[in-house]
């Protein structure tokens, strides 16, 4: 298909994404321009014409794509608007009542302390979609345009410039053909660029590959995966927050859980698995739904209940040193997209809003000069350093480092070490690899744990991936091109089967992926991609042993349905 013509749009201020960080920022930038304005008069400064700003978000309404844990540091709202609870701050509760716990199959350890990265309490429970919304009428009421539907494809570069993104094509058919609907995408061009796509951002993975934005290590993940379920009302405890691993794989691999109590008899049960394993069998669904099986808590918690909803998503493990640089000439990350999610504390809607915050700042900065080359951003990575929002970091530095070492290593001497040395611990900088590279070959494990025990799901508080699709309100139009791009499928049907026998049957939380019979061919598989199973959470862009899957923006308003998760 020949290149089709284009329409364009010109703006000052670009915002990927519609998250707790770009519509944060966008919220305090037209705030600060005001807070200027009103003070010119004072202080004989110029005053800064309004700029127009423009939000776009690749989910069909905003906030369909916001899924996260929900124990909410208040410290970064209150910053943003201080009486945020007065106009109506969506919260489910607050914490009163924080716990860390260990589980094993016949019972529950439960720690008399609460280490300091799990006090909780003084937190809101939150649904971060809920968040999202609230924070988007907020921006329109101050004259901010926000175009939900709209997925950002590519970056659009002048030079070593990011200039703004080409949304993607509407009506393309499975062929590559365009349909009767055909649209193309249009060029959105910007004086900056602020990316704020949420973790592994297709158009933010592109800027630090072009320009080299790597941080000092390579950045880790891992995958959560989220249900919420309607519980008896005996069972329901508002204000707990527990947060808590499996014992005795708790000296193996850290897999973490959270469980905190929502409205109406809801509770919100969590569990992430690193995707740094050695094992090709590693299963982020099936680690989730065995905990459930195996812990009597969460048994006896989910007897009688209801699930409701299901999400997944990775997470950014890296911590302080797995950050990328954070600006270039006409761009800024924020959030999930810069790697600001503190692991050790499982915790990043406030650092997301406090990035937010520092980017929009620093675009004052790029207003009042006219300049938005890196000169001028780059003061964003120095108010970053002078925030509190790095001081967290700094004090977490080397907990995923610690992790990857040995699980006892980390969790018995040198995390509670950096405790006591605000992050330092036995080592100053441990170096982490990506999380891909951790995993060996099969012939590389011990015959045990080559074939993983069969596991069924029995429907009631276990179930099959496929099931669960269907509580994630997922939806992609099936005649189209897949957005998960395969560079050489042949590679799936011979050395990564024969490797690593096609981990991405187990590693996808969605059963997007599967291999199956050659029609004429006995014993040779191929691969079929499920692409409307898909719920975003990106872990085949990360977990691939031979990193040859990349994941894309489907059709605009495209995916998962998290409201209320």
Request: aromatic residues 8%; charged residues 25%; proline residues 7%.
């Amino acid at each position: 298909m020949s290149e089709p013509e284009r329409e364009s749009m010109e703006v000052d201020v670009l915002y990927v994404g519609a998250g707790p960080a770009t519509l944060s920022s966008a919220y305090h930038l037209m705030k600060q321009v005001e807070v200027h304005n009103e003070s010119c008069e004072k202080t004989g400064a110029e005053p800064i014409e309004p700029p127009v700003i423009l939000v776009i978000e690749k989910a069909a309404g905003i906030g369909d794509h916001q899924l996260s844990g929900g124990v909410m540091n208040p410290k970064a709202i209150e910053e943003l608007i201080p009486d945020y609870l007065d106009q109506g701050f969506p919260i489910e509760h607050t914490c009163d009542n924080d716990h860390f716990w260990l589980f094993t199959r016949s019972g529950t350890i439960k720690s008399p302390i609460v280490p300091p990265n799990f006090q909780k309490k003084g937190y809101h429970v939150v649904s971060l979609s809920d968040i999202v919304k609230w924070l988007a009428e907020k921006c329109e009421e101050m004259g901010i345009e926000i175009y939900p539907g709209f997925s950002a494809a590519e970056v659009l570069t002048e030079g070593d410039r990011v200039i703004g993104v080409r949304t993607g094509d509407m009506g393309i058919d499975k062929d590559g053909k365009p349909k009767a609907n055909y649209q193309p995408g249009m060029d959105i061009v910007a004086s900056v660029t602020i990316f704020g796509e949420g973790v592994r951002g297709s158009c933010t993975k592109q800027v630090v590959d072009q320009f080299g934005l790597h941080g000092k290590n390579p950045q880790t993940y891992e995958t959560g995966i989220k249900e919420i379920w309607r519980v008896k009302p005996e069972k329901h405890q508002p204000g707990r927050v527990v947060h808590g691993s499996m014992f005795p794989d708790f000296f193996g691999a850290l897999n973490g859980m959270w469980l905190y109590d929502m409205k109406d008899d809801l509770i919100s049960f969590g569990f992430v698995t690193p995707l740094s394993a050695e094992n090709p069998n590693n299963d982020p669904h099936r680690a989730a739904q065995e905990f459930k099986r195996d812990s009597p808590f969460m048994r006896d918690l989910l007897e009688g209940g209801e699930l409701i909803r299901y999400g997944a998503k990775c997470v950014p493990s890296g911590g302080l040193f797995g950050q990328p640089k954070a600006y270039m000439n006409g761009a800024m990350l924020v959030g999930d997209s810069a790697g600001l999610l503190n692991i050790m504390k499982l915790a990043g809607i406030h650092q997301a809003i406090k990035s937010g915050m520092l980017a929009a700042e620093t675009v004052i900065d790029g207003l009042k000069a006219q300049d938005f080359s890196s000169k001028t951003l780059g003061a964003y990575t120095e108010r970053f350093k002078e925030s509190w929002a790095y001081q967290e970091h700094l004090e977490s530095r080397n907990f995923t480092g610690s992790m990857e070492i040995s699980t006892l290593f980390g969790m018995g001497l040198n995390i509670p070490l950096m405790m006591i040395t605000k992050g330092r611990g036995l080592i100053a900088e441990i170096k982490t690899e990506p999380s891909h590279s951790a995993m060996k070959k099969l012939w590389e494990l011990p015959k045990e744990l080559r074939t993983p025990e069969p596991f069924e799901p029995d429907g009631v508080l276990t179930f099959s991936k496929e099931h669960l699709v269907g509580f994630s309100g997922t939806q992609h139009e099936a005649d189209q091109q897949p957005h998960l791009k395969v560079a050489d499928t042949n590679v799936c049907a011979t050395s990564c089967r024969a490797d690593y026998g096609n981990p991405c049957e187990n590693f996808c939380p969605a059963a997007v992926y599967e291999m199956v019979d050659v029609v004429g061919k006995p014993g040779e598989k191929e691969l079929f991609i499920h692409h409307e199973n898909c719920v975003h959470c990106k872990t085949c862009d990360i977990a691939d042993p031979y990193q040859i899957i990349t994941w894309t923006t489907p059709q605009g308003g495209e995916g998962p349905d998290y409201t209320k998760m």
